[in-house]
């Protein structure tokens, strides 16, 4: 099977998959991040179904993408050769052949922590799988239970969670805080990721990437909130999402161990993100603080709106497009940097 490996520009690298294996379907789970626009159905404040967001998308509309354009679930759904964008299990357009295609269930705002959800009102990691669970009964009406066993063998299952756990729930409110330390904290969800991936295995889910929390602390709202009056990275944040990747890497190793049909690849996005921070022009960006949305400080979801907040003339020079995600042409050189090395590991 061919694939087009997007290395950050307009051209592509044929790439050919290990054993001639083919990949029928692609499943996200996770955050804002990769949510392509289910958060658009359901009773929350956390959207992105306006402008700016998704100005430089096909057609230039706002789909609930948190991007100007596509997020990491369409760019992995392209990259592994199954089609050009992933859709929301939520919309109510889907055809048969969306469906089993492949599809994102992930919820902006959500995280391993049932409280980040809670808080903002989003799907939880729990209700994620519930909706794969309803996914799995609607494909067998329609398909036969060995092809949807088939699917669910063959296919790439993603999961990006995390940063809001410890960016939104743990440093902005002060409800865990008075619970947990950080080293206990991050124990609390490296125990959800467990529980979540062991429950994802156990609905037939072999080829499983689970990408890190980023250097969440360098992501402009977090540099004003927590970088002191020259707006540096946060380090309380960062050092947070290095002790939880350390634990989650050493639990999806011990997970590989006592499964030995399972693929769990431990997907690192810390120390890309960091490298395109500190090296900006090695990959064609000009601004690494700021987001191209209003002032690029604090404008995210509803602040980032046409009303109030202008955008830049050229996103493609931002690494971040408002002031917590990145913009689509830094989630297409972090895609190149995040698989180039580790595409292999899951056949």
């Not at 694939?3 to 789970?29: Q, R």
């Not at 959500?110 to 939880?124: A, E, F, K, R, W």
């Not at 909706?131 to 088939?150: N, P, S, W």
């Not at 810390?270 to 604090?298: A, H, M, R, W």
Request: proline letters at 5%.
């Amino acid at each position: 099977m061919m694939l087009f490996f997007n290395n950050g520009g307009d051209a592509a690298t044929t790439l050919i998959l290990p054993k001639n294996e083919t990949v029928p379907a692609v499943f996200v789970f996770g955050d804002s991040i990769v949510d392509s626009g289910n958060n658009n159905y359901i009773e929350t404040i956390v959207k992105a179904n306006f402008p700016p967001y998704g100005r430089d998308f096909f057609g230039g509309r706002p789909t609930g993408r948190f991007s100007n354009g596509k997020v990491p679930s369409d760019l992995i759904a392209e990259l592994f050769g199954v089609k050009e964008l992933l859709p929301a299990y939520l919309s109510p357009n889907l055809q048969l052949q969306d469906f089993v295609s492949g599809v994102s269930f992930a919820s902006g705002g959500s995280g391993y922590d049932p409280l980040t959800s809670q808080i903002v009102s989003v799907l939880s990691l729990t209700d994620q799988l519930k909706m794969f669970k309803r996914y799995i009964k609607r494909i067998k009406l329609e398909v036969g239970d060995d092809k949807t066993q088939t699917i669910l063998l063959k296919s790439i299952y993603m999961l990006c969670i995390g940063s809001d756990d410890i960016a939104n729930t743990y440093y902005s409110t002060p409800f865990r805080r008075f619970q947990y330390d950080v080293p206990a904290y991050t124990d609390l969800m490296v125990n959800s990721a467990t529980s979540f991936l062991k429950g994802l295995y156990g609905l037939g889910a072999r080829r499983i990437g689970v990408v890190s929390v980023p250097a969440i602390g360098c992501v402009p709202s977090q540099r004003i909130l927590g970088g002191g009056i020259e707006r540096r990275c946060s380090e309380d944040s960062n050092n947070a999402a290095h002790l939880f990747n350390s634990k989650l890497y050493l639990e999806m190793d011990s997970i590989n161990r006592k499964f030995p049909d399972a693929r769990l690849v431990y997907l690192d996005i810390f120390n890309p993100l960091l490298s395109l921070i500190q090296n900006p022009s090695k990959y064609g960006f000009e601004v690494v603080d700021k987001g191209c949305c209003g002032t690029g400080n604090l404008e995210v979801g509803i602040l980032c709106n046409p009303f109030t907040a202008t955008s830049c003339a050229n996103a493609s020079k931002y690494i971040f497009w408002d002031s917590y995600h990145p913009s689509q042409q830094a989630y297409k050189v972090l895609n190149s940097l995040v698989f180039d090395k580790n595409i292999h590991k899951f056949f």
